[in-house]
């Protein structure tokens, strides 16, 4: 039952909520990175992420490729899909259990790897350029905590309070 308009909280603007500032956030640097990757390579943002974690980790299982990117499994399956078909990626078979495979770039996507991470690389300096080293250390911690706190606003028991935003 509803609470009586007596003691309800006040109404809210979304648009100052921590989470929605965040998400704005994570939504103009996305939008940048399109534009911006786009003028560098053929691959879009989420299949340079695919190709940066591989390059890096690889080999690398499809499991733990989506666990990494906090992706679902099956959207990273089909994007693998993609740029196998590109040349990037390869699949191997695992010799423990031939039904899984691991992940690794060809040379074609390694050569991807480098030329998009100077692009990377360049990006993350200019985001860097606004903040001292002592206050990127601390922005990485407030990172961190918040990461830490929104994992725990997915566990549906009490102690986990997944109310709000």
């Not at 691991?102 to 991807?112: D, I, M, P, R």
């Not at 990485?140 to 566990?155: K, N, P, S, Y």
Request: aromatic share 6%; glycine share 6%.
């Amino acid at each position: 039952m509803d609470k009586p308009a007596s003691r309800r909280g006040k109404p809210v603007d979304v648009t100052q909520n921590l989470s929605y500032r965040l998400l704005l956030l994570s939504n103009t640097l996305a939008r940048s990175a399109a534009r911006d990757l786009a003028e560098v390579t053929d691959v879009s943002v989420p299949e340079w992420r695919i190709v940066s974690v591989v390059g890096i980790r690889g080999p690398i299982s499809l499991n733990d490729l989506a666990q990494t990117i906090a992706v679902d499994k099956a959207w990273v399956s089909r994007t693998v899909v993609a740029l196998e078909k590109k040349g990037l990626i390869q699949r191997a078979p695992l010799p423990t259990d031939g039904r899984l495979f691991s992940l690794k770039l060809t040379e074609a996507g390694k050569a991807l790897h480098l030329e998009a991470s100077e692009w990377s690389q360049r990006r993350q300096k200019r985001l860097k350029a606004v903040f001292t080293a002592q206050e990127y250390a601390q922005f990485e911690g407030f990172v961190e905590r918040l990461q830490a706190v929104a994992e725990t606003m997915l566990d549906p028991s009490p102690k986990g309070d997944s109310k709000g935003n």
